[in-house]
């Protein structure tokens, strides 16, 4: 049986893909209640950027553009990175965009993947 901080990391884990999805599909695939899941994102939310809606549109939903648990580096960092891209070669060029990309902070209104 998975206790409930495992079951938590792997809500947050799934809900970081998903970024939505109802309470009852995730109580299913989760093997508790309905009950258990809201209690669980309410207490996820309290760190996290997840929360329930209930009503029509209802379920679990990650806030938009938000990452959970991801790892991102500053603005300064990415900066940095930015300016040292001239000096490297072409294939070391792409590989430090694609770190760029996975991991700086979208900036508002960039698209990301």
Known sequence: M???L???KEILDV???R???TVSILAFEFGVSAWTIRRDVSILSLEYPIYCKHGG???VYVEA???IGRKRMSDAQAELLERLLPGLGADDTETMRSI???FAVP???EKRR
Do not use: L, P, V
């Open 6 to 8: 495992e079951r938590r």
């Open 57 to 59: 549109c209802g379920g």
């Open 100 to 102: 760029i990309k996975t």
């Open 107 to 109: 900036k508002k209104g």
């Open 2 to 4: 998975q206790s409930a």
């Open 65 to 67: 553009g938000c990452s």
């Open 15 to 17: 809900m970081n893909i």
């Open 19 to 21: 970024r939505y999805d």
